[in-house]
């Protein structure tokens, strides 16, 4: 008897926000499933992700990705279960990551799927620590900031799933000193329990103050910026002499009107290097990133969080979390 669904339940996005999203956004809705062509796969998602550059996927400008579809569903990292083939290289019953996400079931082309081996981790470790999040943290830290063994390390949104990594790889590398900010003690306890040298929380006062009093005498060699705004403005001003600034994000300006930096001639001066990046850039570091990775995850050099929400219908509420900062580590939604 098969298994095929005639239907499946996916989120749309219903209007785009204007500053924070809100549930008023996204709508929850049933869509025909097409048919398998020759070389495709349907698969029944397990796990999805929700991540802050989906929030610049929702206006409609032009970007180094395509903005979402009005009245389409969203797309985003997931892992699931193929449940038929017609691909020479997916058979049923293989667990996959793939990109499309917000949708119980997904049709698409095989090529376009990655097996993986949930012996080895599990399923959702492939959406954070060994996926695209993990490869973020490790080439912006490495490769596009330079990093170099004895450098100290500031990282802003680091108990975020990418900046709790770079923390701790910046630590597997031999950093002198990792300084981490986050929104709430909880969290800056969570970093320090996580190895990081000094934590900070950027509600206690201005960035500029409490970043200088982590570092102290050393000053800051590389800046990992998930944040924008103030703290890179702080990161500028306490940054030494070359320094690197790896501009991997900008939280704190997707809803809200861009702020600064308005002190970045210092960057001359200083002959600081800033550099934005986007991780599909730097597909090529995969096999090294996931050789390297592994062996800290069984070394116990790096640890990582995964918050849950459970449920389809419940995906707009937790990235409207996300983007406030309520989750640990990587946010997951499961969905299997």
């Not at 008023?24 to 048919?35: G, H, I, K, S, T």
């Not at 083939?85 to 090529?111: F, M, N, T």
């Not at 910026?225 to 990161?235: I, K, R, S, W």
């Not at 592994?294 to 996300?322: C, H, M, S």
Request: net charge negative.
């Amino acid at each position: 008897m098969s298994t095929y669904p005639e239907t499946s339940r996916e989120i749309q996005l219903a209007s785009r926000p204007e500053g924070w999203p809100t549930e008023e956004n996204f709508r929850l809705a049933e869509a025909a499933v097409p048919e398998l062509q020759e070389g495709q796969i349907l698969v029944r998602n397990l796990y999805m992700s929700v991540d802050p550059y989906m929030r610049g996927r929702m206006n409609d400008v032009k970007s180094y990705v395509p903005p979402f579809t009005l009245d389409a569903p969203l797309e985003g990292g997931a892992v699931g279960e193929v449940v038929e083939s017609r691909s020479e290289s997916h058979k049923p019953g293989d667990k996959i990551l793939h990109g499309l996400g917000w949708r119980d079931y997904a049709v698409l082309d095989g090529k376009r799927a990655r097996v993986i081996d949930t012996e080895q981790a599990p399923a959702s470790a492939y959406l954070g620590v060994l996926g695209m999040t993990g490869l973020t943290a490790y080439v912006g830290l490495t490769k596009v900031a330079e990093f170099r063994e004895g450098d100290v390390v500031f990282v802003s949104g680091a108990a975020g799933a990418v900046g709790s990594l770079v923390g701790q790889i910046a630590k597997a590398l031999g950093a002198k000193k990792v300084i981490g900010s986050a929104g709430s003690a909880e969290k800056v306890q969570h970093l320090l329990d996580l190895g990081f040298d000094e934590a900070f929380n950027y509600h206690d006062g201005p960035v500029k103050d409490s970043l200088k009093k982590a570092a102290g005498a050393d000053g800051i060699d590389v800046y990992f910026d998930n944040v924008g705004g103030e703290h890179l403005e702080a990161a500028l001003s306490v940054m030494n002499k070359f320094g690197r600034i790896a501009m991997c994000g900008a939280i704190s300006q997707y809803n809200d009107a861009p702020v600064g930096p308005r002190n970045l001639a210092i960057a001359i001066g200083k002959e600081i290097t800033l550099r934005g990046f986007i991780v599909g850039s730097y597909n090529q570091y995969a096999d090294e990133f996931a050789s390297l990775m592994t062996g800290w995850l069984q070394e116990n050099k790096v640890r990582y969080d995964e918050t849950f929400v459970d449920g389809l219908e419940n995906a707009p509420q937790a990235f409207i979390d996300l983007m406030k900062g309520a989750n640990k580590g990587k946010m997951i939604v499961t969905l299997g």
